[in-house]
Structure formats: C-alpha cells, structure tokens
C-alpha cells in the first residue's frame, strides 16, 4: 500500500488516506492501525480532503469518480463523475469559497452548499 495523499480532520481528530490501490483508509492518529478501509473506487487515488465545517471527507480517483463521505459513519452520502476529463491528477477543496476543484489537463470548479 502506497499512500499518495493524506487529510485531517482537526473536528473529527482523524486522519484520512488514499493511494494506488483503491482504497481510502481512516487512521486514529494516536494508534498504528487503520480504523476502517473503504471501498467504493475502481482506480487509483488521487486526492483525498477534510472540509472544515463540514461533517465529510471527499476523495477523487484518477478516473474521474467522486465520492463524498460521512465522517460520522463513513457511509457514501454522494458519489458523482467528473464529465469532459480523461485522467484527473489532483482535487481541492476550497473551503472559503465553498468550491470543489479538480485537476487534469484543464481545471473543473463545482459549488457546494
């Protein structure tokens, strides 16, 4: 298991990781072994974020494929496709402006509530 990018969650007191085989994985920070491993991409991962503010994680494969995560129950609350790309390579949240960007060979920007 490589991991390609990590998130934490300073409300949650959680640290979230994806990598190359698919996975996304949820850490305690204070204990060595992962609290849960989650299924629910069929690609590589790219990019993984903590909204602060918000009771979720979202997580990106290179695919195109996004999910949006419980941070309670780490359930998928939303799963939706990035239409137009052929590989995306980085996603980020950006909380101020309550945007959603993802990387590829061209930017796309979604809103969030």
């Known amino acids: 298991m490589a991991i390609r990018e990590i998130a934490y969650s300073e409300s949650f007191k959680i ?3 994806v990598g190359f085989d ?5 850490w305690n920070p204070y204990w060595k072994d992962a609290i849960i491993k989650l299924d629910g991409h069929e690609s590589p991962l790219v990019g993984v974020n903590c909204p602060k503010g918000l ?4 997580t990106c494969d ?4 996004i999910n949006v995560w419980n941070i309670k129950d780490y359930s998928c609350l939303q799963s939706f496709n990035v239409a137009g790309v052929n590989q995306v390579t ?3 949240v950006v909380p101020k402006h309550r945007r959603l960007i993802v990387g ?3 930017f796309k ?5």
């Open 15 to 17: 640290i979230v990781s």
């Open 22 to 26: 698919f996975k996304v994985m949820v």
């Open 55 to 58: 009771d979720c994680f979202i």
């Open 62 to 65: 290179n695919k195109g494929v």
């Open 90 to 92: 980085s996603m980020r």
């Open 104 to 106: 590829s060979r061209i």
């Open 109 to 113: 920007v979604y809103e969030y509530k």
